[in-house]
C-alpha cells in the first residue's frame, strides 16, 4: 500500500449552522473513527449537483462506515440565505448532514479553490485526498474500500448508523416546481422537480387534475394509468423543462436521467426519445441516433427553427433533437464556460437554464444562468448577448442592457411585443428585456425563485418554485421602481507575484489507474483569464497540466479561469478492453498581483498537492 500524505483536518466551522442533523451541531471528534467525505458545493452549480448524484450509491453502500458531509459554500448572494440552503438540500434530495457556511470559513481553511471540491479525512481525522470537479466516483469507492482494511486491521475504523437526520415531509400540491407549458385545453402541465412528477394542473393553476410519474427517482417508461406501452408506472428524475410539439405532444427535460421523454396528454404514455441515461462525458459522440448518444442534465427545451432546441447546462452548450430523423447534435457552445459571442460553434455559455422561441420566429431567447445573463440565437446561426457581464458580476441593476444587472436567472419568456420576461430568480423578480429600446425593467417582485413563467391570455403564470405553486400576474403596463444592486463574487484573491506565472494542475490516477495514452494526450488544460488583458502570455489550450503564464504589466487584478480534463484507465494487462474515467474541472481564481506574491498556482484536480 502506497504511503499517504497525512495532513490534520481542520474542524468544520459555519456561521449557518447545521441541517438535516436534528438540531445537532457536529465536530470532527464526533466523527472519528468514520471515513469522512467533505462536499464543498454551491446550488446554484450544475456540477455540484452532478457529484451529489455521483456521491448517492457510495452513501448508500458504505452508509455504515462513511460519513458525507456537504459544505454549503455560497457564490451568489442569494446562496448565502440560510432559508436557501435549507431550500436546495430539500430540493436536490440531500440525505446527509450539510453545514451552511455563507462567510466561506471552512473553505478557507482547506484551501478549496473550486465549486465542487471533494476531500476525503481518514477515520483518525486527517486529510487523505482532494478532488476538484465531477466523475471522481470509481477513485473515491477504491479509496473507501482501502481505508476501510487499512482502518479495520488497525481498530481505528467505527461502523454504525451515521448522523443524518431526515427533516419532515412538508405537504403541498408541488414541491420546487420547474418549469410549466400551456396544455391545448388551457390547462398546465408543471415538472414537479423534487417529487420527480409532472402534475397536470386546471386553468386556474391550483386544482391538480392528475399526476404523471411514480414520484421516485427512476427511469421507466409506461403509462400514468399503468396502460401501454410497457405496462409500468413511468418515473422521471428531477424532471425540468417542458415543450409542446406541434403534433400535441409534449417533450420532458428529464435532468438527472440525462435524457428527453415524450408525454401524450391523450393517453398518459411515457416513452424515452433521447439519452442513454448516462452522463455525457468529454470524449463521447455529440451526434447520431438520440438513444445512442448520451446528453448532460438537460434544463430546458422550446421548438425553434424546425428543431427542438435543447438548454444542455451539465456542458454548457446548446444540441437540438430532429423528430424526423431521430437524431441528436450538439448545435451550439464548446463546452466551455463562459460568456463568448459569434458563430454557433464558437460561442461560449455558462450553464444554459431557460429557453423560448420569439413570437416571431426570429430568436431564440436563452436564460444563462451562471453568467447571469440572457442570450439569443438567430437564425442565421450566431449567438448574442443581450444582458450579462460574466460568470462573477451579477445583481438587480434596470436601465440600459449594457449596464443591466441580473443575478442567477433559470428562465425566459417570449412576449407578444417582441420583448422577452426574465425569470430572475436569485432576485426573486420578474424582469423585462425590450430589443427595440435596449433598456431592462423590472415586472414584478417579492416572487420566490421564480425558474419559468407562461403567458395565459392577458396574464403571465409564474412558476414560483420555492413557495411550491403557479402564481397569476397581471403583465403591468409600467415597471416596478427598483433600487439598483450591483455584487461581485466575493471569496480570497491569491497574491501572485509580477511577470511570470506557473500555473500547475495536480493529477494523480487512482490507485489501480493510470493515465489513458492510447489515442495520444489524455490530458488538456485552457487557460483564459477576466479581463483578457490580464494575460499577456499563455492564455490558450494544450495538453500539458503545467503552464508558464506572463501577467500583464499594470493590471493589478482578475481572475485566472483554468479548465482541466484528465483521462484514466484501469491499470490491468490482461483486461484488452480497460474501463476509462473522465476527471475534469473548471476554477475561477481571484487574483491579485503584488510584489512578493506566490510565482506557482496549483490547482488540485485529484490528488494531493505537495
Given amino acids: 500500500m502506497a504511503p499517504r500524505v497525512r495532513v490534520r483536518a481542520p474542524e468544520l466551522i459555519g456561521k449557518g449552522g447545521w441541517l438535516n442533523t436534528g438540531n445537532v451541531d457536529l465536530s470532527l471528534a464526533d466523527l472519528r473513527g468514520r471515513i469522512v467525505i467533505l462536499d464543498f458545493w454551491t446550488f446554484c452549480c450544475v456540477n455540484c449537483l452532478h457529484v451529489l448524484d455521483e456521491l448517492r450509491e457510495l452513501e448508500e453502500k458504505h452508509r455504515d462506515t462513511v460519513v458525507i458531509i456537504g459544505v454549503h459554500s455560497p457564490k451568489f448572494v442569494h446562496e448565502a440565505e440560510h432559508q436557501a440552503v435549507v431550500d436546495a438540500v430539500e430540493r436536490y434530495g440531500v440525505e446527509h448532514p450539510v453545514l451552511d457556511d455563507p462567510e466561506l470559513a471552512t473553505w478557507k481553511q482547506y484551501a478549496v479553490r473550486a465549486w465542487p471540491t471533494l476531500v476525503v479525512i481518514d477515520p483518525e481525522g486527517y486529510v487523505v485526498a482532494q478532488h476538484s470537479g465531477e466523475g471522481h466516483a470509481h ?187 431521430g437524431t441528436v447534435e450538439a448545435a451550439a457552445g464548446t463546452t466551455n464556460e463562459g460568456i463568448v459571442d459569434g458563430p454557433l460553434r464558437e460561442a461560449w455559455f455558462a450553464q444554459p437554464s431557460g429557453l423560448a422561441a420569439s413570437a416571431d420566429g426570429e430568436r431564440l431567447w436563452v436564460a444563462d444562468s451562471e453568467g447571469s445573463a440572457v442570450r439569443w440565437v438567430d437564425r442565421d446561426g450566431f449567438v448574442h448577448t443581450a444582458v450579462g457581464k460574466g460568470l462573477f458580476d451579477f445583481g438587480h441593476r434596470d436601465g440600459d442592457a449594457s449596464q443591466a444587472l441580473l443575478q442567477h436567472p433559470l428562465g425566459v419568456t417570449a412576449l407578444p411585443d417582441g420583448s422577452v420576461a426574465i425569470a430572475d430568480t436569485y432576485n426573486h423578480a420578474l424582469r423585462r428585456y425590450d430589443p427595440a429600446s435596449g433598456e431592462v425593467t423590472t415586472l414584478a417582485t417579492d416572487l420566490r425563485e421564480p425558474s419559468d413563467a407562461v403567458l395565459a391570455g392577458d396574464d403571465v403564470v409564474v412558476v414560483e418554485s420555492a413557495r411550491h405553486r403557479l402564481t397569476r400576474l397581471r403583465l403591468p403596463e409600467s415597471a416596478v421602481r427598483v433600487e439598483a444592486v450591483a455584487h461581485q463574487t466575493q471569496r480570497a484573491a491569491t497574491d501572485v507575484a509580477p511577470g511570470r506565472l506557473r500555473v500547475d494542475v495536480v493529477f494523480s490516477a487512482p490507485a489501480g489507474q493510470k493515465l489513458d495514452t492510447r489515442y495520444g494526450p489524455s490530458t488538456r488544460l485552457i487557460v483564459s483569464s477576466t479581463p483578457p488583458g490580464l494575460l499577456a502570455e499563455g492564455a490558450g489550450t494544450g495538453t500539458d497540466l503545467g503552464r508558464d503564464l506572463v501577467l500583464a504589466e499594470g493590471v493589478t487584478e482578475g481572475i485566472l479561469h483554468v479548465s482541466a480534463m484528465a483521462a484514466s484507465c484501469d491499470d490491468d494487462p490482461a483486461n484488452e478492453y480497460p474501463a476509462c474515467h473522465m476527471h475534469q474541472n473548471d476554477w475561477g481564481v481571484p487574483v491579485r498581483v503584488v510584489p512578493g506574491g506566490a510565482e506557482r498556482l496549483p490547482l488540485v484536480l485529484a490528488g494531493l498537492d505537495g
Fill in 139 to 325: 477513485a473515491l469507492e477504491a479509496l473507501v474500500a482501502e481505508l476501510e482494511a487499512e482502518h479495520g486491521a488497525k481498530g481505528t475504523l467505527r461502523r454504525g448508523d451515521g448522523p443524518y437526520v431526515a427533516p419532515e415531509p412538508v405537504a403541498t400540491d408541488l414541491r420546487f416546481p420547474g418549469k410549466a407549458v400551456v396544455l391545448p385545453g388551457g390547462g398546465f402541465l408543471v415538472s414537479d422537480s423534487t417529487r420527480h412528477q409532472l402534475v397536470e394542473m386546471a386553468a386556474d393553476g391550483e386544482t391538480v387534475v392528475r399526476r404523471i410519474g411514480s414520484g421516485e427517482r427512476g427511469f421507466g417508461s409506461g403509462a400514468s394509468d399503468g396502460g401501454a406501452p410497457s405496462g409500468g408506472v413511468p418515473s422521471f428524475n428531477e424532471p425540468q423543462g417542458l415543450a409542446l410539439l406541434p403534433g400535441g405532444k409534449v417533450v420532458v427535460a428529464d435532468t438527472v436521467n440525462h435524457a428527453l421523454r415524450s408525454y401524450d396528454p391523450e393517453t398518459g404514455a411515457v416513452t424515452t426519445i433521447a439519452g442513454t441515461g448516462r452522463q455525457w462525458m468529454q470524449g463521447q459522440p455529440t451526434s447520431g441516433p438520440a438513444l445512442e448518444v448520451s446528453l448532460s442534465s438537460p434544463w430546458d427545451v422550446a421548438w425553434f427553427d424546425g428543431k427542438l432546441w435543447i438548454a444542455m447546462a451539465g456542458v454548457h452548450q446548446l444540441w437540438t433533437y430532429d423528430p424526423g430523423s
